[in-house]
């Protein structure tokens, strides 16, 4: 059984350092994974999708990274805002069946 | 772009009363998912469809039913209500499943408490 991992469950950074946030799978046959954002009381919002096949996506100040072989992906925002703070949110899409597992979660809180 | 709608966004039940939550999305996708969420506890599979007439369980589907009649619709049947069905509950749509075609988008979630 497929299980995602994010750690940490919280940070908190000052406005306009680099971070990460980390994604961890334990099944490496999978179709992609996505990066999610959820704001207090909304919806995910998608901001990264990667195929399998390949080893980073970049859109904006994000960019995450795949290494399914270690079972794990980052994602990289540069330059962090407060705007920046909400939940982040992985899910991992599966070889042979329709569903995903999502991981539970880092909220991020950027201090001005 | 409507994208994924989902109505009500709040609802207060009784116990044992019913209630269908709708789901429609309006990208011609095939793929349709009902989870829920539950604080500190992630995104839980309740159904998903991968097209009109198809439909299969997810992790949690005891107390919940599914119909997909088309393609752009898929609600959720919540058949006599239980404290344990207060929840979050998000619809979401992709047009498959591999390489970009699985990126998975999301409607705004319908809160249900169960009083």
């Known amino acids: 059984k497929q299980e995602v991992t994010q750690i940490p469950a919280a940070l908190s950074v000052p406005e306009g350092e680099n971070l990460v946030l980390n994604c961890s799978f334990t099944?490496?046959?999978?179709?992609?994974l996505q990066w999610f954002r959820q704001d207090p009381g909304k919806g995910l919002t998608s901001l990264l999708l990667?195929?399998?096949?390949?080893r980073e996506q970049t859109s904006g100040r994000l960019n995450a990274s795949l290494d399914k072989s270690s079972g794990r992906s980052t994602l990289y925002i540069a330059a962090s805002q407060p705007g920046d703070s909400a939940t982040y949110l992985c899910?991992?899409?599966?070889?042979?069946?329709?569903?995903?597992?999502f991981g539970t979660g880092t909220r991020l809180t950027i201090i001005p | 772009n409507a994208g994924v709608t989902q109505t009500p966004k709040f609802r207060i039940l009784k116990i044992g009363q019913s209630m269908t939550l709708q789901c429609a999305q309006d990208?011609?996708?095939?793929?349709m998912y009902w989870y829920r969420q539950d604080p500190g506890m992630g995104l839980k599979l309740i159904y998903y469809?991968?097209?009109?007439?198809?439909?299969d369980k997810g992790e949690v589907p005891n107390g919940y039913n599914v119909s997909r009649s088309t393609t752009e619709d898929f609600p959720l049947r919540l058949e006599l209500a239980a404290p344990s069905q207060t929840s979050v509950y998000f619809c979401?749509?992709?047009?498959?499943?591999?390489?970009?075609?699985?990126?998975?988008?999301f409607g705004e979630g319908s809160r249900l408490t169960v009083l």
């Open positions: 979401a749509s992709s047009y498959a499943s591999g390489g970009t075609t699985g990126e998975l988008f």
């Open positions: 099944d490496s046959a999978i179709y992609n």
């Open positions: 990667i195929q399998s096949s390949q």
């Open positions: 899910a991992v899409r599966h070889f042979g069946n329709e569903k995903l597992t």
């Open positions: 990208m011609n996708h095939n793929y």
């Open positions: 469809s991968v097209g009109a007439g198809i439909t």
